[in-house]
C-alpha cells in the first residue's frame, strides 16, 4: 500500500471532497507530479507547459500551506507532502516550495523552447497516462461502496494540558462512522 495516509487526510480536511473521492483525487495529483517530474528529463514543450505547469502547481501548493499554517500554525503538523513517509512541517515546506519556483524561474528565463513543429505534445500525454496507470494499477485500493465509507479516526494526544493544536495527521484506528456512533453510545 502507498503510504500517502497524511495526503489523503489533509484533502478529506478541506471539507469539499468526500472519504471515497479522496483516494481517486489523491492518486491523480500524485500521477500528475510523477509525470510533470519525469517531463522535465525530455525537452518536448518544457518551456511552454512543462515549467508553467510546475510553477502553477507548486503556487496553489503554497496557498493551502499558507491557510494550513494560518489556522493551526507554521511548526504544527505534518503538512502530508510525503504521506507519513517523511514528516515535514509546513513552514519548511513552503519554504521549499518557494525556493523551487525561484529556480523554475531561473530555468524558464535560462533554457531554449525547441523550434516550431519539433515538439511531440504525443510523447506529453503520454507521459501523464503512463504515470496515472501507474499509479492506479500499481497501487490499488479498495474504492468505497456506499456513502457512508470508512473515515479515518484520528486521536488527539492525552496531554489535555497543552494549549498547542494537536498533529492532526497522526492516524490511530480506522472505524466506520456507524462503529464510533455505537462506541460513543457506549461511553455514555
Known amino acids: 500500500m502507498l503510504p500517502i495516509w497524511g ?15 479522496t483516494k481517486y483525487l489523491s492518486h491523480l495529483i500524485i500521477a500528475f507530479e ?22 502553477f502547481l507548486l503556487i496553489v501548493f503554497n496557498v493551502y500551506l499558507s491557510v494550513q499554517m494560518y489556522r493551526f500554525g507554521p511548526t504544527m503538523g505534518n503538512c502530508g507532502c510525503f504521506g507519513q513517509l517523511i514528516p515535514i512541517t509546513p ?10 519556483i525561484g529556480l523554475l524561474v531561473y530555468l524558464y528565463k535560462n ?3 525547441k ?19 501507474f499509479m492506479f494499477f500499481a497501487f490499488p485500493f479498495c474504492p468505497c461502496e456506499d456513502e457512508a465509507p470508512a473515515a479515518p479516526v484520528f ?3 492525552q496531554d ?6 494537536a498533529d492532526t495527521t497522526q ?10 456512533i455505537d462506541s460513543a453510545k457506549q461511553n455514555k
Open 34 to 55: 510523477l509525470a510533470t517530474g519525469l517531463a522535465f528529463l525530455q525537452s518536448n514543450y518544457l518551456k511552454r507547459i512543462i515549467i508553467p505547469s510546475t510553477i
Open 7 to 21: 495526503f489523503e487526510k489533509q484533502l478529506y480536511d478541506l471539507g469539499f471532497i468526500s472519504w471515497c473521492q
Open 91 to 100: 513552514i519548511a515546506e513552503f519554504i521549499k516550495n518557494f525556493l523551487t
Open 171 to 180: 492516524i490511530k484506528d480506522t472505524l466506520k462512522k456507524t462503529d464510533s
Open 115 to 133: 523550434p516550431k513543429g519539433k515538439n511531440n505534445f504525443l510523447f506529453i500525454l503520454l507521459l501523464l497516462f503512463g504515470s496515472a496507470f
Open 111 to 113: 533554457v531554449s523552447e
Open 155 to 157: 486521536v488527539a494526544p
Open 160 to 165: 489535555s494540558a497543552s494549549t498547542q493544536k
